[in-house]
């Protein structure tokens, strides 16, 4: 081969490569676009369930999951991911509700420091009360990814999504919001991919944690 040869055969790799990270990166902003406009959709009412599951990790998700609960779109509540410390009183509170109201209906599981965490707490929980039917709250932005995790926990648990619109994401263009949303669509395709092992140790950042106005101890 050819000095002349070999240069041109580097070339093709080159282009080719960059053809493909081209290409890639488009399938990506594609993607991102879907995912950005599922975030920003309103819940829609969910029909009567067995149960309902918070997953924790901003104030407005606890308020919609006790507000289905009160309304009597199912019977029982499990708040996934509570920080120690943290009391059913205080959670209640945040909309003027009685603890005592709703004590014997509300679970508090104290387990959870992940999304997959959040899944296998809420496994645990489905399965020692024999629910059939569920209710899971969480952030319109979190929903994809928690709902892939709940389906490999709880193949046989019909789920009804009720996506809670993040304070951050309401007609915000601060490129904090932007970094969050890209950041949960990158954990989505890992999760996809069967590349979750990535974001095991996920936690809660500071940024997200300021963004959801909520305690540094919730999940994300």
Request: charged share 20%.
């Amino acid at each position: 081969m050819t000095a002349w040869q070999a240069a041109h055969r580097l070339l093709q790799a080159a282009q080719a490569g960059s053809a493909l990270l081209l290409a890639a990166a488009a399938a990506w902003g594609v993607g991102f676009a879907w995912f950005d406009h599922a975030a920003h959709q309103p819940a829609q009412p969910p029909p009567a369930s067995d149960g309902i599951v918070v997953l924790t990790g901003g104030a407005d998700r606890i308020e919609a999951a006790l507000r289905l609960l009160t309304d009597g779109r199912a019977p029982l509540l499990l708040v996934s991911g509570v920080a120690r410390g943290a009391e059913l009183a205080e959670l209640t509170r945040r909309i003027q509700l009685d603890s005592a109201q709703v004590a014997g209906q509300v679970t508090l599981g104290r387990t959870a420091a992940t999304t997959v965490g959040n899944a296998a707490e809420t496994a645990r929980w489905v399965q020692a009360l024999g629910l059939h039917r569920l209710i899971v709250v969480t952030a319109g932005y979190h929903m994809p990814r928690a709902l892939l995790e709940m389906r490999r926990m709880l193949p046989d648990t019909e789920l009804h999504a009720v996506p809670v619109q993040s304070p951050a994401l309401r007609g915000s263009t601060d490129p904090a919001a932007a970094r969050m949303l890209a950041n949960e669509y990158d954990k989505l395709i890992a999760v996809r991919l069967g590349l979750a092992w990535l974001f095991r140790t996920e936690k809660t950042s500071m940024a997200k944690a300021r963004m959801e106005k909520t305690p540094m101890e919730q999940t994300g």
